[in-house]
């Protein structure tokens, strides 16, 4: 078959590692001849790639697939495919559910999807492979097709070995499995001398990362001395694994952004006990303590969930407390109201929250989250941050982002992408910045050339 006018679109639901599983998929269709659609109205593929972490993430999937039935009535031709953690988590019920998916892929099999697609191109009927067991790492470095240009996600390991008790990831993703560091330093070593200054590491634990001697930290370290790397980040990070070797690697390490996601989830000891996340808020502050000894300018986010099942008012002023203790001082949350889930040991639990309290408590921790954000940013007016500029908008704006994460917006010309630029911060809100190139402004320190 001729792919050669062939067209797909991905729509990706949920966290980077979906996102960076995308990028495989268009990379292996783009090898096999096939275009990237605008939108899913012009592909004659569209896949979804989903996430089942949260109920309302997974509606997100049927949601859609309600409009793309109504496209296919209008197309006959279309092909319709679903991947990741729904898929993973609900098999063939997506299909009891959804009649109209033609491919059906978990999270190890992501590989897999150009071939289905010849299969049905070439009259096959459903196709469908959730093997758990299937290497999840087989889709070669070269291949993966990178939504930015400037910031590239490598995969250093998947799954996870925690029990928490709302979280579905260890059925969707299996149990950890980690590359090899010498795999990962060849990745990201092809990604520098593809023109990429900055490289952010994935894992659902990622800082849990071992193989034989070589640990997170050893990781780090490694990744950090690819000569030509400009920036190092990495996410997600759990709790128990914050080490003192992370620590000093935050300390030590240049090119290693001074920015770290480290999801708490609540501040009550009693919650954090019933979700079996394996620490204490007292536990929680320690290393966050430990961290800020090391780097005392670190910028922490974290995610919450209120209305877990037995949160009374008192667990969720424990969870204001933490997120408004000044030895803490959380740069952004993602938070979120508990959804039961299926396969999960909570969803045994009486969820005993109302959701109109649930929505209170939710609002209440936004409102003073942003409140905190405003005056964070507001004391940055008149500095001076250096910014990697990862984005052009029209007219001539540029955004970009700091070493602790913080997006900036301002002028400036299109040959900016991927340099890094000292930029004078002239104004702030919540949740961005905005600045101007000074007269004496030029690009600073970058070895990366200009990205194409």
Known sequence: MNTEKETFFIETFGCQMNVNDSEKVAGLLEAEGYRPAPSADSADFVFLNTCA????????LYHSLGRLRKLRARRP??????????????GKAVIERSPQVDILVGTHNLARVPEFLRQKRDGGQLLVDLNRKADSFAVPAAAVAHGSSVRAYVTAMEGCNHVCSFCVVPRTRGSEVCRSPEEIVAEVELLVARGYPEVMLLGQTVNAYRVADCGFADLLRRVHGVRGLVRLRFTTSHPEHVTVAMADAFRDLPKLCPYLHLPVQSGSEGVLASMRRGYGAAEYREKVALLRDRVPGLALSTDFIVGYPGESEEDFQ???????DPGIGFEGIFAFTYSPRPGTTAVRLADDVPEDEKRRRLKILNHRQQAAQARRNASKVASLETVLV?????GGRLSGRTPHFRIVHFDGDSALLGHLVEVEITG?????????????????????????
């Open 53 to 60: 972490v949260r109920e309302k993430a997974a509606d997100k």
């Open 77 to 90: 031709g279309l092909v319709i495919g679903v991947g990741g953690c729904v898929a993973q988590l609900e």
């Open 318 to 324: 424990d969870s204001l407390d933490l997120l408004e």
């Open 390 to 394: 990862d984005e052009i908008s029209g």
């Open 428 to 452: 702030a809100g919540a949740n961005s910045l905005t600045g101007r190139i000074p007269p004496s402004g030029s690009l600073t320190g970058s070895s990366a050339a200009p990205i194409l």
